[in-house]
Each structure stands twice: as structure tokens, then as C-alpha cells.
């Protein structure tokens, strides 16, 4: 019986597939790589946020647990590390009446080392450079940008991050050497002013740093050594351009995906889907429904943690086959992403 099941389900995947190079799956481009098979996923993720480890482990052993959300670190080291300028404000060392003691914000360029600390090329002349060599206490303040390609956003709704610490220079002749090449690839005006000896590279040491999500979200201070080892999103820059072309061209997809895995009806009172963001771990989609009354947002995470935008399109297809296959009848166990509800009308 186990073998006839087997057949049975690879016959089943062999017609889906069959219709999709027919044209009768899934629409087609998004520039997506070829599908790959997936992997069946254990029953227990389904509708939670993490999944348990199937594989075999020694009795004392707790299975491993996967997240399919960024943590605040994580998004907290993403702005840090996709930004490349802010505002530094330290503290003015001028007399009273040049306002002396008085908070002094200026913009500043920089990049960030391994351990997330900001490295800045500053003047000599400049003045906040004579305010750290007085005080070196001093606050670097970043955002994320707006994407110039959309309209859908607005700077207030932009996740942000203010790094507290002292700011000291760089004497490590070989850190400046690596310092060298990076700023200047970062910025490439600064090659004349690397081999000026009127600028020098300073670091910001971060001692606290303060996370704010966006308008009206989740804001928070931030552990310094969980900061440091934290992992950036490498999709933070390039996914609002898949987000938009997901929204105007895979309607039909998306809401194939929401009424197969999210246990949203199939009425004409499902108003629309929208994708609200793409990370490495997943997606989240805000969907309508009682003709626009109710907005409620999900999380549907990747099975693995993606590494390119080709992957990441790669992982969002297969979730897309998925869910056709199981509005044309081709179901089998474990099927279908993890998914977890995070935010629900409130007037519920």
C-alpha cells in the first residue's frame, strides 16, 4: 500500500507539472529559475512559526527551531548595514551664545565594519570633529530610503535606527587599509579625500542602539553583542522591485495562495491580497476581505533561508505551484508553507 501511495503521488506531480509547461499552472515569468521539486515539510509547522526538526536526535537532545520571521536585531543590523549615511549629532563645543552643550546634527557618510560599528571619513576642519575630540559621546541616526520606483511608501513608515556610543579614531594600520577600500567603493567621491591628510577615519563604538519598525510599529532598544553578530537581510535593497511586480502581475496567484493555505473564503467579499514585504525568511501579504472592511496580515515563510533575489523568487514560485496544485486536487501530506497570522482587524 506504501509503494501504490508513493506512485500515486508522484504520478500526481508529474500531471501538475505536465500542466504547467502546458500554460494551465501557475502564470509563468517573474524572471523565476526553473521550478525545483519541493520538499515535503513536516505537519507541525503549519500555521506556526517555527518548525520542529524531523530528522532523528538522541533522547536528552531538543529539536532545533527554525524562525521564519527576522528578528528586531536582525531588522535593526539591516538598516544599519543597507544605509550608507546619517546624522551624527555630538555635543557643540562652542560658547553659550554659539549654543555650547547644545545637541549639533550633521550629515555624515560611513560604513559599517564587521562588529556593525559606523566608520566615518571626517575633516579635521570640520565641526563635529572638534566636538568628539572634546566630547566623544555622540549618536549616528540612519533610515531606510524610499524607493524612488514606487509610491506606496512614506518616509514616517521607513524602519530607522540611532546608535549610541563614543566615537574614537582609527590608528590600526591594517584596519585602514581595509577601511581604504570599502569606503571607497561605497562612496566613490572619497578616493581623493582617503589620501588627504586633512581626513582621517573615525568609528562609532556602539554602546546602545534603539530600533524604531516605522509609523506607528514596534520600537525598541537593542542587545549591543546580539547587534554584532546579527545577520543583515541581503534582500533589504532589491525586494521592493519583486513586491511590486508580484502586486501588479500575480494577482490571481496570490489569491490562489490565500484561499488554499491562509483559510481564506473564496467569496466575493474577498476584496484583494497585497505582498507587503520580502525578506530572507519569507513574505508578508495584507489581505482584505468584507469588501475592504476587515485587514488582516500574515507571515509565510521560506523553507530555507534564501541568500539572492533568484532564490528568493525560486522559493516564492514553489509556493505558488503548491497552492495551484491543491485547488486542482493534487494534495498530499504535509503540503503547503508555514503561516502564521501576526496582525488582525482590530474591529473583529
Not at 501538475?16 to 502564470?27: C, D, H, S
Not at 590600526?172 to 581623493?192: C, G, N, P, Q
Not at 497585497?274 to 488582516?296: H, M, Q, S, Y
Request: charged share 25%.
Amino acid at each position: 500500500p506504501t509503494t501504490v501511495l508513493a506512485r500515486d503521488i508522484t504520478m500526481r506531480r508529474a500531471a501538475a507539472v505536465a500542466a504547467v509547461v502546458l500554460g494551465l499552472g501557475p502564470r509563468d515569468a517573474l524572471g523565476f529559475r526553473p521550478m525545483q521539486m519541493h520538499r515535503p515539510m513536516p505537519a507541525a509547522v503549519r500555521m506556526t512559526a517555527t518548525m520542529q526538526s524531523t530528522e532523528a536526535a538522541a533522547p536528552a537532545a531538543e529539536a532545533p527551531q527554525q524562525s521564519y520571521t527576522l528578528s528586531v536585531t536582525e531588522r535593526a543590523r539591516t538598516v544599519a548595514q543597507s544605509c550608507t549615511s546619517g546624522t551624527l549629532c555630538t555635543m557643540c563645543q562652542k560658547d553659550e551664545d554659539d549654543g555650547q552643550n547644545a545637541p549639533f546634527g550633521t550629515h555624515v557618510d560611513y560604513v559599517l565594519d564587521a562588529a556593525g560599528c559606523p566608520v566615518m571619513l571626517l575633516s579635521d576642519q570640520s565641526l563635529h570633529t572638534d566636538n568628539i575630540q572634546v566630547s566623544p559621546r555622540a549618536t549616528l541616526y540612519t533610515q531606510m530610503p524610499v524607493d524612488p520606483n514606487t509610491g506606496a511608501q512614506i518616509k514616517a513608515a521607513m524602519p530607522r535606527v540611532s546608535l549610541v556610543g563614543k566615537v574614537v579614531p582609527v590608528t590600526d594600520k591594517d584596519e585602514i587599509f581595509a577601511l581604504r577600500t570599502a569606503y571607497s567603493v561605497a562612496h566613490t567621491y572619497a578616493d581623493r579625500l582617503i589620501e588627504s591628510p586633512k581626513f582621517a577615519f573615525w568609528k562609532l563604538e556602539p554602546e546602545r542602539i534603539y530600533y524604531v519598525g516605522g509609523f506607528g510599529v514596534q520600537s525598541t532598544w537593542v542587545d549591543r553583542l546580539e547587534f554584532e553578530t546579527a545577520t543583515a537581510d541581503i534582500l533589504a535593497l532589491e525586494s521592493n522591485e519583486l513586491v511590486n511586480k508580484l502586486n501588479a502581475e500575480k494577482q490571481q496567484d496570490l489569491r490562489t495562495l490565500c484561499v488554499q493555505f491562509l483559510d481564506v473564503d473564496d467569496t466575493p467579499d474577498f476584496e484583494s491580497v497585497r505582498v507587503v514585504a520580502i525578506d530572507k525568511l519569507g513574505l508578508d501579504l495584507r489581505v482584505a476581505t468584507d469588501f475592504g472592511a476587515r485587514t488582516d496580515e500574515y507571515r509565510v515563510g521560506f523553507l530555507c533561508s534564501v541568500f539572492a533575489m533568484e532564490d528568493a523568487k525560486s522559493e516564492i514560485f514553489k509556493i505558488f505551484q503548491e497552492a495551484w496544485e491543491k485547488e486542482q486536487g493534487y494534495e498530499w501530506e504535509d503540503m503547503g508553507p508555514p503561516v502564521m497570522k501576526y496582525a488582525e482587524d482590530i474591529l473583529k
